[in-house]
C-alpha cells in the first residue's frame, strides 16, 4: 500500500491534465455516445504504457545506474515546463467545454480517433512510460506502484465518461478550465520539487 497509494495519487494527478483525450471522453460522455468502450480504451491503453514504463524503466536502471538520476531530473524538468504550460493556460483562461451535436457516429470511427489521440500524443509516453516509469524505480515494488498508476486510469475515464452529464454545465465555463488547469500546475511543480529534492 506504501507504493499503490502514491502509484494511483500520481497516475490520477497527471490525467487531470486537460488535454484532446480528456476532453474527447467529455463530448462522448455528454452526448452519451459509446461511453464503455471509449473509457475502457483509454484505460486499457493507459495500462500497457504504464506497465511498459515501470517494467521497462526498472530493467534499464538497473542495467545503467546513472540513467535514473538522468531520469529523475528530466521527469522534473518536464513538470516543471508541463506545471508552467498549465499556469499560462490558466492565466489566459478561453477553454470551455462545448458539447457538438447530437449526430451519432459508429463505434469503430469512434474508436479509431480515440486511439489516434492516445498513442500519438508524445506527452502520453513522456507521462507513463518515462515520468511514471522513472518514479516506479524510487519504490522498492514498482508493480505495487504500477497497480496504483493502472487503477487511477480505470476510475478516472470511467467517472470521466459517466460523469460527464453532471460536469457539463460546469466546465461549459472558462473560469472552471482556469481553476483547473491551475490546480494542475501547482501539483505537477510540486512533483517536480519532490523528484529534485529526492
Same mark, same amino acid.
Given at each position: ?9 500520481? %497516475?490520477?494527478?497527471?490525467i487531470? +491534465?486537460? /488535454? #484532446? ?5 467529455? &463530448?462522448?460522455? $455528454?452526448? !452519451? ?18 506497465a ?13 545506474p ?13 513538470l ?12 489566459? %483562461?478561453?477553454?470551455?467545454?462545448? +458539447?457538438? /451535436? #447530437? ?5 469503430? &470511427?469512434?474508436? $479509431?480517433? !480515440? ?80 523528484? !529534485?529534492?529526492?
Open positions: 500500500m506504501t507504493a499503490f497509494f502514491p502509484g494511483f495519487a500520481l %497516475g490520477l494527478t497527471l487531470l +491534465a486537460i /488535454g #484532446a483525450q480528456n476532453a474527447f471522453v467529455l &463530448r462522448q460522455g $455528454l452526448r !452519451l455516445q459509446h461511453v464503455f468502450w471509449v473509457c475502457l480504451t483509454c484505460a486499457l491503453s493507459d495500462a500497457v504504457l504504464i511498459a514504463g515501470v517494467a521497462g524503466f526498472g530493467a534499464l536502471a538497473t542495467a545503467v546513472w540513467f535514473e538520476t538522468l531520469m529523475r531530473y528530466g521527469g522534473a524538468a518536464f516543471i515546463w508541463y506545471g508552467f504550460q498549465n499556469a499560462r493556460s490558466a492565466w489566459k %483562461g478561453g477553454h470551455a467545454l462545448a +458539447a457538438d /451535436g #447530437a449526430a451519432q457516429t459508429s463505434l469503430r &470511427r469512434t474508436i $479509431l480517433t !480515440l486511439l489516434a489521440l492516445t498513442w500519438l500524443n508524445p506527452h502520453v509516453y513522456l507521462d507513463t512510460v518515462v515520468l511514471l516509469g522513472s518514479i516506479a524505480a524510487q519504490y522498492d515494488s514498482r508493480l505495487a506502484f504500477g497497480a496504483g498508476a493502472v487503477t487511477a486510469s480505470f476510475v478516472f475515464f470511467f467517472s470521466l465518461g459517466y460523469g460527464a452529464r453532471l460536469l457539463g454545465p460546469f466546465f461549459s465555463k472558462p473560469r472552471s478550465w482556469q481553476i483547473l488547469d491551475g490546480v494542475i500546475a501547482l501539483t505537477m511543480w510540486a512533483i517536480a520539487l519532490k523528484l !529534485l529534492l529526492m
